[in-house]
């Protein structure tokens, strides 16, 4: 009887040991595939890439405060993918764009990354500086190519991350200096700056309060938050403050209050926004007579009105795919991040690596990448911005786009000085 239940007892322990090894297999496995093999055309893989597949992931904003930024992102990388597919894909591999809606929620955002992370090779899209903030840790950790359809400066320095084009900093420079250069203002004048709480508006203000120190004209800062659609209070501050322009970096519904408001107050001065606070739609709300008088936008990229032939393709596809969809910045952003990320994926193909961290290094490679749609761009320094050349829109509701081009792309005064002064 002993003899029967001592066999019996270890068989069990036999089996579960058994079950064990084999379920450590499985994991191990597993591991090993997402660390890498190589496929059967001899380029090494990792997450994300198969022998037939590319998997990229967006990880953007669909129903919050820029749900039509996330919307025109979305379809023009989608449209990019279509078209890559159309010419045999990258590396003999079809290219597919994983989608996940945050609206905004950079704890959704968090939860997200998590799902998505383990099954794509890069991000070609991620709304939102508190966002990619969050995310910070874990794409460098995973080695995780990522655009961030966000310009904080504090994004920078990161070898996975990159940010496309100028900073917001960068861009309040230019802002600053058109002011000053065309719209009479002097030094001892004084300047509004409506901004988001966060990274964005705490960057853009950086930028502000720098040069307008150097141009010997003060700020006058008013903070709101994202969920901030009146901006009476601010309107009614920055009058009494007797400001002779307004800068905002906010979002498009802010932008509109903004101008609204200090229009019907009677406070009609020069209006500058960051490229992420103007919509071609504000044009057909009350508010666009004002934005029409007032407002100019500082942007690293051209309007899509513009004459550039890649941009003038781009627009002709992109109206003729989603008809009735508007063909805003968020289009030419989007297209243009998603054609810089087939850049990196083809030259790490072409090395014979899709592996995570050999698709980074592709990318840190570039030195004057141009895909014809702005400004070169200088991947190889994460430490500074890729673009310093900053352009001036303005409103104009008939143009593709809602926007027209002002002054072509040019580096404000004293950028270098100013990035000196950042570093140091």
């Known amino acids: 009887m002993t003899t029967t239940h001592h066999r019996h007892r270890t068989q069990l322990v036999a089996a579960a040991a058994l079950a064990l090894l084999l379920a450590g297999t499985g994991c191990s496995s597993k591991a090993g595939s997402q660390d890498g093999g190589s496929g059967a055309d001899g380029v090494k893989t990792g997450p994300g890439v198969t022998d037939r597949t590319i998997r ?176 009476s209070a601010q309107v009614s501050a920055l009058r009494k403050a007797k400001v002779k322009a307004i800068l905002i970096s906010a979002g498009p519904a802010q932008t509109a209050s903004l101008a609204g408001v200090a229009a019907s107050r009677g406070l009609r001065v020069p209006i500058v926004s960051s490229a992420p606070g103007f919509a071609p739609q504000l044009m057909k709300t009350p508010a666009g007579p004002a934005l029409d008088a007032m407002l100019s936008v500082v942007s690293a990229a051209p309007a899509v009105s513009s004459d550039l032939p890649g941009v003038r393709r781009m627009v002709a596809a992109y109206a003729k795919k989603f008809p009735g969809s508007p063909v805003d910045s968020g289009v030419l952003s989007g297209y243009n991040a998603a054609e810089l990320m087939g850049a990196d994926l083809k030259k790490a193909c072409a090395a014979g690596s899709l592996a995570r961290e050999d698709v980074v290094a592709a990318h840190r490679a570039q030195k004057n990448a141009d895909t014809g749609l702005g400004s070169p761009q200088d991947f190889s320094d994460n430490s500074r911005p890729a673009s310093l050349e900053t352009r001036v829109l303005r409103p104009d509701a008939k143009a593709v786009g809602g926007l027209v081009g002002v002054e072509d792309a040019h580096r404000a005064p004293g950028v270098e000085e100013y990035l000196k002064s950042r570093t140091s």
């Open 56 to 231: 990229l992931g967006a990880l953007t904003d669909l129903t919050g405060p820029y749900a039509t930024l996330g919307k025109s992102i979305v379809q023009a990388q989608q449209m990019w993918a279509d078209e890559t597919n159309a010419k045999g894909g990258i590396c003999g591999r079809r290219v597919e764009i994983v989608v996940k809606d945050h609206g905004y929620d950079v704890q959704k955002a968090v939860t997200s990354y998590a799902d998505i992370a383990p099954d794509v090779v890069a991000l070609p899209q991620v709304i939102g500086s508190p966002v990619v903030a969050a995310l910070l840790d874990d794409i460098e950790r995973d080695h995780l190519l990522t655009f961030p359809q966000a310009w904080a400066a504090s994004l920078l320095g990161k070898d996975s991350v990159q940010v496309l084009g100028t900073t917001y900093d960068v861009d309040m420079l230019a802002a600053v200096d058109f002011l000053t250069r065309t719209k009479g203002l002097t030094k001892g004048d004084t300047i509004g700056h409506v901004y988001f709480e966060g990274d964005y508006g705490a960057n853009a203000l950086e930028g502000s309060t720098w040069a307008a120190g150097r141009a010997g004209v003060k700020v006058v800062a008013q903070k709101i938050k994202a969920t901030d659609t009146d901006l």
